[in-house]
T-cell receptor, first 116, second 111 residues
Framework: NAGVMQNPRHLVRRRGQEARLRCSPM?????VYWYRQLPEEGLKFMVY????????ESGMPKERFSAEFPKEGPSILRIQQVVRGDSAAYFC??????????????FGQGTRLTVV | DQQVKQNSPSLSVQEGRISILNCDYT??????FLWYKKYPAEGPTFLIS?????DKNEDGRFTVFLNKSAKHLSLHIVPSQPGDSAVYFC??????????FGTGTRLQVFP
């Protein structure tokens, strides 16, 4: 059973470009969470999605950021018109349907975004 | 508003001795707590958890203690090993099941 898969592992974008980060949850998991870790900081919640639904996006910046988790395929975190401050490690976690995160959450290895 | 706080950014411990990592929280509604371990360039991995109905949970070399009245928990690692060197995050799920993380403590275990 493959774990949570994130790709790419590393992504370099120039200011103003778009960044797309992908997350394939563990098999059988239908809940996905995105977190961001800025340098020297902890993990900050961004968004919680179930298939075709955004459940909680209270941690998402209001502009330029969007997330989706379609019926088929991976969850996508999209950042438009990237700026240097978007440089961070972005982690995805998944959990089983209805399980929430009250048990262990499984994290992917992250995508390190660098904006130059 | 930092609901989960880890006030020590780093800790250095000699191999074989006890490592104690601390975590404080402000939200009295939190009823479940988790510790995650993170190596560089990897995602966090679950280590141990504790429910608020308990005050201690032990798993091998790892023990988590919970003091609800003080809103404080701690992770004890004994004996510490060099492979334990990593960043440790304390976390708690809120009422919508999103995990709130602390800022982490970097543990270094030296020979």
């Amino acid at each position: 059973n493959a774990g949570v898969m994130q790709n790419p592992r590393h992504l370099v974008r120039r200011r103003g470009q778009e960044a797309r980060l992908r997350c394939s949850p563990m098999k059988g998991h239908s809940h996905v969470y995105w977190y961001r870790q800025l340098p020297e900081e902890g993990l900050k919640f961004m968004v919680y999605l179930q298939k075709e639904n955004i459940i909680d996006e209270s941690g998402m910046p209001k502009e330029r950021f969007s997330a989706e988790f379609p019926k088929e395929g991976p969850s996508i975190l999209r950042i438009q018109q990237v700026v240097r401050g978007d440089s961070a490690a972005y982690f995805c976690a998944s959990s089983p349907a209805g399980g929430g995160l009250s048990t262990e959450a499984f994290f992917g290895q992250g995508t390190r975004l660098t904006v130059v | 508003d930092q609901q989960v706080k880890q006030n020590s950014p780093s800790l250095s411990v000699q191999e074989g001795r006890i490592s104690i990592l601390n975590c404080d929280y402000t939200n009295s509604m939190f009823d479940y707590f988790l510790w995650y371990k993170k190596y560089p360039a990897e995602g966090p991995t679950f280590l141990i958890s504790i429910s608020s109905i308990k005050d201690k949970n032990e798993d091998g070399r790892f023990t988590v203690f919970l003091n609800k009245s003080a809103k404080h928990l701690s992770l004890h690692i004994v004996p510490s090993q060099p492979g334990d060197s990593a960043v440790y995050f304390c976390a708690a799920p809120n009422n919508t099941d999103k995990l709130i993380f602390g800022t982490g403590t970097r543990l270094q275990v030296f020979p």
